[in-house]
C-alpha cells in the first residue's frame, strides 16, 4: 500500500526521521512499490535512499550527511 501522505508512514520512520528524510522516504518507498509490487523490497529502497543523504549520529537522531 502506497503512503498517500508523511502522516501515513509507519512510526518507525516517523519517529526517527526528519521531515525531509520522511519525505523521501515516502517517495521512495512509492516508487519502488510501484515498480516491484513487493513492500519489503520497497522497504529497503527506501531506507537506501535516506541513507544517501543522511545518517545515524551517535545520539541515534538522523542527522543531514555534511556536503
Do not use: C
Not at 14 to 40: D, G, M, S, V, W
Not at 46 to 60: L, N, Q, T
Amino acid at each position: 500500500m502506497p503512503y498517500k501522505q508523511i502522516e501515513d508512514l509507519p512510526d518507525s520512520v516517523k519517529e526517527h526521521l526528519p521531515k525531509h528524510a520522511q519525505e523521501i522516504f515516502r517517495a521512495a518507498f512509492n516508487n519502488a512499490l510501484e515498480e516491484y509490487n513487493e513492500e519489503e523490497t520497497a522497504f529497503r529502497v527506501a531506507w537506501s535512499a535516506v541513507k544517501r543523504d543522511y545518517e545515524k549520529g551517535d545520539d541515534g537522531h538522523w542527522h543531514k550527511k555534511p556536503e
